[in-house]
């Protein structure tokens, strides 16, 4: 098992790929929509776009936010129990109060490569992922706009030609297995929380997860935790656990732990509003 097969893929599609014009057009202002709405998006309008110069900064039209939003990243071994965690924080705040931002979205734009290859890629490696991307979406959130936040389809491993209105709030939450890997989105967050949860439970539900909602088999997910997830979380996503702030055991069924972060969080977040 070598890391090179992997990035080298990551590099021949971003060489040929338009990302920046993707990463133009998705900060938006549009305030007059829901969080979470699924919008339709075409390469085609990506590159009309680039070319149009709605790549400049004042494209990025600001809402009315009165102070800097209150940044958590939330980190942890794949299937460790950070999407509980986040789903909690937005039960507790509220949606009104919490927008919450996926690493997942924001896996590399690959459509240049063929399935066959796309299936090789390693997705837990750091150059999986579209670090500048994220970055200009987490800043532009923090300045008050909107922006329009990636679909990943897992079966096809790829982005879809969809993308998720998200909008500017009071805290923003970031999860994802390597959130703490990139200084530059990790240097962004007020609180930094690593979830750390047994190998054998996080296998587990891996495979209950991709089977049931990923269209995957059993024999897929093993050869896939053997190759590259356990390999990666062993080489970059444990040792992350050093910048965390906050370290919850067990992950979402660590109640007593979740239940005073929570609180803590909503005191520190919301205190004066």
């Known amino acids: ?107 590399a734009d690959l459509g240049d490569l063929p399935l066959e290859e796309r299936r090789l890629v390693n997705y837990d490696h750091p150059d999986a992922f579209d670090w500048p991307l994220l970055n200009d979406h987490i800043a532009a959130l923090a300045n008050g706009a909107s922006v329009q936040i990636p679909v990943y389809d897992y079966v096809e491993h790829n982005r879809s030609d969809e993308t998720r209105l998200v909008e500017p709030a009071r805290v923003i939450v970031v999860d994802g297995i390597l959130v703490f890997w990139d200084q530059a989105l990790r240097d ?42 356990k390999p990666a979380h062993e080489r970059f996503i444990e040792p992350s656990k050093v910048h965390a702030d906050v370290i919850i055991p067990a992950g979402g069924l660590n109640r007593p732990a979740l239940e005073v972060l929570l609180a803590r969080v909503r005191e520190i977040a919301l205190d004066d509003e």
Do not use: C
Request: net charge positive.
């Open 1 to 107: 098992m070598t890391w090179s097969r992997g990035s080298s893929l990551f590099h021949q599609a971003r060489s040929k790929s338009s990302i920046a014009a993707y990463r133009s057009l998705s900060i938006t202002a549009q305030t007059g929509r829901s969080e979470g709405q699924i919008t339709s998006t075409k390469a085609s309008s990506f590159e009309k776009s680039f070319d149009e110069g709605r790549h400049n900064q004042s494209a990025i039209t600001s809402t009315d936010v009165s102070r800097r939003p209150f940044l958590i990243g939330v980190a942890g071994g794949s299937s460790s129990g950070k999407t509980t965690i986040s789903e909690r924080l937005v039960e507790i705040m509220g949606a009104e109060h919490l927008a919450r931002v996926e690493l997942d979205s924001y896996y």
């Open 188 to 229: 962004r967050f007020d609180l930094k929380i690593f979830v750390d949860t047994g190998a054998d439970i996080r296998l587990i539900r891996r495979l209950r997860r991709d089977v049931a909602e990923r269209g995957r088999t059993v024999e897929s997910v093993i050869e896939q935790y053997l190759t590259t997830v």
